[in-house]
């Protein structure tokens, strides 16, 4: 698949509001890349693929995480966190993507894992920073993505579960461990 075909893709399964923020997490992505040194293509595919099955209602997507035996690791938490997953397994199934980068990108942009790759960062950053993104401390991760990406990411995932508790929400917990391993690290 190509960035063209990606994009037509993407306009297919999204509404609009959706698709705005994937294009834009794209030409956020892309910057990142060219920054970080990462594969410019394959960044700009995992980006705008990232939300593809973000429109899908939760009935349908828990069905889908049955189907695609994910209920185990994801059924408990909140729905917002299975359109990733799905997404990755629905592209991987049907052979549209089989890229196991980007396919994992797509899968943890939500959540993070401990060991993510540098595409895997980009898009999980720039979905956290396009620049719609209004929440609190998202200029601190702006700042730093252009300059270490790693401590952009763990900014960033210290920010998501910070928020979550805040609202007495049970935290993933890949989330957990990636705040974790990064911290650590960095």
Same mark, same amino acid.
């Given at each position: ?16 509001? @959706? ?8 030409? /956020? !992505?892309?910057?990142?890349?060219? /920054?970080?040194?990462?594969?410019? $293509? ?37 729905? $917002? ?11 991987? %199934? /049907?052979?549209? %993507? ?5 396919? @994992? ?5 939500? /959540? ?13 950053? !720039? ?5 719609? @993104? ?6 601190? %991760? ?26 007495? !929400? %049970? ?16």
């Amino acid at each position: 698949m190509n960035e063209q075909e990606a994009i037509e893709l993407i306009r297919q399964s999204l509404d609009d509001k @959706r698709y705005e923020h994937s294009l834009r997490v794209a030409e /956020t !992505a892309k910057k990142l890349a060219i /920054t970080h040194q990462a594969p410019l $293509e394959r960044v700009v595919l995992a980006s705008l693929l990232h939300d593809y099955a973000k429109c899908q209602s939760p009935t349908k997507l828990q069905a889908k995480l049955q189907q695609y035996e994910l209920t185990q690791s994801l059924g408990e938490y909140h729905h $917002e966190l299975w359109h990733g997953p799905v997404a990755a397994k629905e592209l991987s %199934v /049907t052979n549209l %993507v089989d890229d196991t980068e980007i396919i @994992r990108a797509i899968y943890y942009h939500t /959540t993070g894992h401990p060991n993510m790759g540098l595409l895997e960062l980009i898009v999980f950053v !720039a979905d956290y920073i396009e620049p719609a @993104r209004t929440m609190p401390g998202v200029e601190e %991760v702006r700042a730093l993505a252009n300059e270490n990406i790693y401590e952009a990411a763990r900014i960033a995932i210290k920010n998501t579960i910070m928020y979550l508790m805040t609202q007495d !929400a %049970v935290i993933h917990p890949d989330s957990w461990a990636a705040y974790n391993e990064w911290t650590k690290k960095y």
